[in-house]
């Protein structure tokens, strides 16, 4: 029996849409989420720099006597600007670096960058001169105010041992920690001697008890007197 074979018919390819693994990899929303998380960051820390900007202004005008609302105006500017830009600098480096991840160098590097960046913006608002110093100056004060941050939060811990040791365990301590059997030995002590001063004072109220009682016998004592 002749069975009439057809060739298979060849399945034509999916499309694929243009950077569709970025897509797997970051939701529609994840990318939004993080740029929101970045904005909302960097205005907090814009608005906080920029109060107290505006503080350090008004100080300054009425110290050189000058308008200082104009001077806290100006001040403000500045500061919100400083702070915003590192701050939203320095968290996209570290987004894109993968912030759960980051080492303390990459930490180090992002504040070293977005300082810059910071004294850049600060360096266009005051003149075109300041833009290379304030680069310099906010580059080197954000890189060391990192370094020294992640050098003492990355410190190691002290021992038990170490940690317990204080003042009262110098040698030039007029105090002396006790340990638990010293310090029960110290309490015995004071109890039997707390013991030994009431039985005294028991004895000393049994004999004015037994004077009150037996005065005549006061009395006989004084006649022969």
């Known amino acids: 029996m002749a069975s009439s074979s057809q060739p298979p ?52 005008g009425i110290v050189r006597s000058a308008p200082p609302v104009l001077f806290a105006f100006v001040a403000g500017i500045q500061w919100f600007s400083l702070g915003s830009t590192y701050m939203a600098s320095r968290s996209v480096l570290l987004h894109s670096w993968g912030e759960e991840n980051a080492t303390s160098s990459n930490r180090v590097k992002a504040s070293g960058v977005a300082g810059g960046v ?42 038990d041992s170490e940690s317990k040791s204080s003042w009262f365990d110098s040698k030039w301590s007029p105090f002396k920690r006790l340990s638990d059997r010293e310090y029960e030995a110290m309490l015995e002590e004071k109890l039997l001697q707390l013991d030994a001063e009431i039985s005294i004072i028991d004895d000393n109220i049994a004999a004015l008890r037994e004077s009150s009682n037996n005065p005549d016998v006061e009395k006989g004592t004084g006649d022969k007197s």
């Open 118 to 159: 910071s004294g850049m913006v600060g360096g266009m608002i005051r003149g075109p001169r300041n833009i290379l110093p304030g680069m310099l100056v906010f580059s080197t004060l954000g890189g060391a105010g990192e370094y020294l941050f992640q050098r003492f939060r990355n410190r190691p811990k002290k021992n």
């Open 9 to 60: 018919t060849p399945r034509q390819p999916k499309a694929v849409p243009p950077n569709s693994g970025a897509n797997d990899r970051y939701p529609a929303g994840a990318s939004q989420n993080v740029i929101m998380e970045i904005a909302a960051k960097s205005l907090q820390t814009g608005a906080a720099l920029g109060a107290v900007g505006m503080m350090f202004g008004a100080g300054a």
